[in-house]
């Protein structure tokens, strides 16, 4: 039996679901601060499991699988995500800047878009936080960038509780302009 979330989407092995009405939209929860270099769009998750678990969705292939796309280790620092979920599932490089089981994992993409990404995991009151860090030198794009990352974790935590994925239509455009209207706090 397939649990649904409130909103539609793909089943956990990429199969179109069956298309239900929305009973809510999911709500925009990124925010916006200064950085000595830009700016960074932060958003946050609470996942009821231990940090090394949620740890091991985030860094081993076949869980990334899941919810991301699966990796493939290409030198010492750099991997190579098929990005499972998105049209064409194309690779995506990114080099490894920081890894420290199982607190902190820091990538930038390394092929046409330079994004540094860093994810941060605090266990707080036998859960996980779980916040996701785009680092970006200006605002520009944040309209795409921020429900992109909405999705994609809300598909890390669906994969985990192995309910039916969210699709991206109830992202964007519905939450392109509370990422456009953002400004660092």
Known sequence: MIAYLAWGGVSLDGSDAE???????????????????GFALELTRTIAASREDVWASLTESPRTALWFGPWERISESTVRVTMRFEEGEPASD????????????????????????????????GSTVVVLVHSCESTDGLGDIGPG???Y????????????LPSFDHYYPSQQEYYLSLRPQ
């Open 19 to 37: 298309s239900h009405t929305p009973l809510m939209e999911p709500t925009p929860t990124g925010t916006l601060r200064s950085t000595d270099t």
């Open 153 to 164: 974790l809300d598909m890390l935590i669906a994969s985990r509780d192995g309910t039916l």
């Open 94 to 125: 990114m080099a490894i800047e920081a890894c420290e089981p199982p607190s902190r994992l820091a990538v930038r993409t390394i092929d046409e878009m330079q994004w540094p990404l860093e994810v941060r995991l605090d266990e707080r009151d």
């Open 149 to 151: 990352w909405e999705y």
